[in-house]
């Protein structure tokens, strides 16, 4: 049998070479847009090579690690440029090229006519291909380079339209795009040190055993038990296991990349790009690197059972928070961005419970929903020339047939009814999380799940039923062309089936219950949890009723109190507490007032005080100063007159040789 | 036979008279005339330090004085006639425009 391993480098080489030829070559949209779905597609047939590669490989290691070049070689630190195919990357890549494939074709139709298209094109393959080598690389730092390189494309993406002042609901992009990238340094600091601290007491960075030179070195994960009862000393802060040093420090770039509490702002706000850019990178891919994070560290968490329940809270708080803010928004991609801000925080807390399979299900059934559900918003705003409140819209449902079905679709997988996608992943993280007799854990994720399916239904009900609320964007409203209309098509199977993927054991013995389960096993080994039937009815009849309840509430009852530039019934109600969830709890206050304002000071005081009078003032201008007025004194004894200049020689002449003469 | 110290002695004068002229005197022209005349007196007292120490060192000396004397009044000369072309005068109190 032929050894395939080379496939595996083909994966991000083709979005490479479409980004390549984007940036220096192409000029048109039309050819932009098709070279660079061209490459997406190409790289997502070359993971179905891959994954038959690694099927059929000869050794038994199910994985396939191919070390491309010496990386980094600096005495005992030797970082190779490795790439890495096993079960957990290989769905993380069909999740990245196939999600990622469909929203490059959507973005055919939604950029068009776009003052930068070819940028555009070009940002979205560097993306890919940044997004691969983080699910790819065989070493941490390698994973940081991909980690870092999604934030940049993250970064230029959503500052897209940096010429733009305001979008709605009044973001300026290249303010947002500037958030982003602040925030995630800010995770980014504990990724690095965790690298640093993972080099120290492990010597090495890469995942799993590697040749080198003949000889075969461990990788740190290989290592994570000879390290774990090691403790670290914090002097007056008492001790603290190095494992569980290694988690925090990982968990602090999690917060920032997935958005968890309290690193979540920059999420919202990241929905100043271009809407495929948020199904993209803020909803399907990028934001899930920090769960990959996890799987992939897995005998680190496991090795710190404390870092791991920290791990859970930070999950179901984020989930918690994020579930009510989602309520509160009048702007279409913010409910979503919300929503998927609380999705993570379930994955997160997923992996923390050890649940790793169902958090990488969750993970991908995820992907697919919430990028139809947010292509399903760009088609909206795009049908209604740039509306994003949902004040304005109502009754689009006859309008935008294909758009409403398709969304749904997504709305309803999203609030976990069966049989759509979302319920058999969401249910089996509440199942597992009762199975560990984690009850609050299990409630509050509950709570969630139904507050998920509330405001989906208050969504739908705003977006596509009740009546219009705008006239001029009723006149107006159009489907989407057939380039954006058969993504979502295809997207919406995909919410229908993925739960396929790992539906529970099947009555009668029949074949095809946890095939990702069965899938992962060489990675993520972990026993497929039993399905609690009663647990799954009692969580679907109540996602289905905050469903109907949402759907009811704002498309009949409180229909008529919906205005354009008017707040919320739930405000009537519950005042200050619907303002909380509004603003997402206040964090962007907070930090407003903790953080930027008191930097702002620090800063201008560095600016004025230090810089120009100190520096500037006593440094460089004093001396000058001196100096100038010094030869200002001096200056008249160059008078200019020949005649002075001899009287002066003539005098220090006498004065020298009478001092030799009669010294 | 003249003594020694008349010749010092004229020497001195001499120089004197060089130094008043360079001082006193702003016509560029009786400037140089005043160097060359300090540049003489000092040949003088060379040569009769030459005489009476019976040594030619000296007398070549004044060689080297005239030859270098000949060729610094070249180049004054030059400089002294660029600067009446530009500034229409040879008056050294005029020609200060280097003042800080």
Same mark, same amino acid.
């Given at each position: ?23 220096? &070559?192409?000029? !048109? ?20 090579? +891959? ?76 993306? /890919? ?11 941490? =730092? ?13 970064? =230029? ?9 305001? &979008? ?28 640093? +601290? ?53 968990? =602090? ?82 409910? =979503? ?42 088609? /909206? ?35 976990? /009814? ?70 979502? /098509? ?36 972990? *026993? ?53 969830? *509004? ?79 009669? !010294? | ?100």
């Amino acid at each position: 049998m032929p050894e395939l391993t080379w496939v595996i480098a083909l994966i991000p080489a083709f979005p490479l070479l479409g980004f390549l030829l984007n940036v220096f &070559v192409i000029r !048109r949209e039309r050819a932009a847009g098709l070279v660079a779905s061209a490459a997406v597609v190409l790289s997502f047939i070359s993971v179905l090579v +891959a994954i038959y590669a690694l099927q059929t490989q000869t050794q038994d290691l199910n994985r396939i690690d191919l070390v491309l070049w010496d990386w980094i070689s600096v005495g005992t630190f030797r970082v190779p440029f490795g790439l890495l195919f096993d079960p957990l990357t290989a769905v993380m890549t069909l999740l990245v090229t196939g999600v990622g494939g469909i929203i490059h074709i959507y973005s055919i139709g939604y950029i068009h006519g776009d003052a930068r298209p070819v940028r555009y094109f070009a940002y979205l393959n560097l993306f /890919i291909v940044a997004m691969l080598l983080l699910v790819m690389g065989n070493n941490l =730092l390698l994973l940081f380079m991909g980690w870092e390189g999604v934030g940049l494309c993250s970064f =230029l993406l959503i500052g897209h339209w940096f010429d733009r002042r305001s &979008v709605p609901p009044g973001i300026v992009p290249s303010e947002a795009a500037v958030k982003a990238f602040v925030v995630n340094r800010v995770g980014d600091a504990g990724m690095l040190l965790a690298m640093m +601290a993972i080099f120290s007491r492990m010597g090495t960075l890469t995942f799993f055993s590697q040749n080198l030179n003949g000889q075969t070195l461990p990788g740190f994960l290989e290592r994570a038990q000879d390290v774990a009862s090691a403790q670290l000393d914090l002097g007056t802060f008492g001790t603290i296991g190095i494992v569980t040093a290694i988690c925090m420090l990982l968990l =602090l770039g999690v917060t920032g990349k997935s958005a968890q509490v309290p690193l979540f702002v920059w999420l919202p706000d990241a929905m100043a790009g271009p809407t495929p850019v948020s199904a993209l990178i803020h909803a399907a891919t990028m934001v899930t690197s920090g769960v990959y994070l996890i799987a992939r560290n897995q005998a680190l968490f496991e090795a710190s059972p404390s870092a791991a329940g920290f791990v859970v809270a930070i999950g179901v708080l984020t989930a918690l928070l994020a579930a009510t803010a989602a309520l509160a928004q009048w702007d279409i991609k913010r409910v =979503l961005a919300y929503s998927t801000i609380s999705q993570l925080g379930y994955m997160v807390a997923a992996v923390g419970m050890g649940a790793y399979v169902a958090g990488i299900f969750h993970l991908l059934t995820h992907g697919v929903f919430k990028a139809l559900l947010f292509l399903g918003s760009g088609s /909206i705003i795009h049908g209604t020339h740039d509306t994003q409140d949902m004040r304005k819209l109502g009754g689009l449902k006859d309008k935008m047939r294909t758009t409403w079905w398709t969304y749904m679709i997504g709305a309803l997988a999203l609030a976990g /009814i069966f049989p759509f996608a979302g319920f058999w992943s969401k249910d089996e993280i509440i199942g597992r999380a009762w199975a560990i007799q984690n009850y609050t854990t299990a409630v509050a994720l509950i709570a969630v799940s139904a507050l998920t399916a509330f405001y989906m239904g208050r969504q739908v009900a705003l977006i596509f039923y009740g009546r219009p609320r705008d006239r001029e964007v009723e006149q107006h409203t159009h489907e989407s062309g057939a380039i954006m209309r058969w993504p979502l /098509i295809v997207l919406a199977v995909g919410a229908v089936i993925a739960g396929l993927m790992n539906l529970p054991p099947l009555p009668f013995e029949l074949p095809g219950g946890h095939l990702l389960n069965e899938f992962l096993k060489p990675v993520l080994a972990e *026993e497929a949890p039993a399905f609690n039937i009663p647990l799954a009815l009692v969580t679907t009849a109540l996602a289905l009723g905050s469903f109907y309840g949402g759907w009811y509430l704002y498309a009949h009852t409180l229909a008529n109190r919906i205005k354009v530039g008017k707040e919320d019934p739930g405000y009537h109600y519950l005042g200050d507490i619907w303002k909380g969830a *509004e603003i997402a709890w206040g964090f962007d206050w907070f930090y407003e007032h903790a953080i930027i304002r008191p930097y702002r000071a620090i800063a201008r005081f560095l600016s004025t005080v230090v810089d120009q009078q100190a520096i500037d003032g006593i440094l460089v201008d004093g001396f000058a100063g001196g100096f100038g007025r010094i030869a200002q004194g001096i200056r008249g004894a160059q008078s200019g007159y020949v005649r002075t200049y001899a009287l002066i020689f003539l005098v220090g002449v006498i004065v020298l040789v009478s001092y030799f003469a009669f !010294r | 036979m003249v003594p020694t110290s008349y010749f010092i002695l004229l020497s001195g004068v001499l120089f004197t008279l060089g130094v008043l002229g360079v001082l006193v005197r702003r016509n560029a022209l009786v400037v140089f005339m005043s160097i060359e005349l300090m540049l003489n007196s000092a040949n003088l007292a060379l040569v009769t330090f030459a005489q009476a120490r019976q040594s030619l060192g000296g007398q070549i000396l004044v060689f080297f004085v005239i030859t270098v004397a000949a060729a610094e009044v070249a180049v004054g000369l030059a400089l002294l006639v660029a600067i009446f072309g530009t500034k229409r005068t040879t008056d050294i109190d005029e020609i200060s425009s280097l003042k800080g």
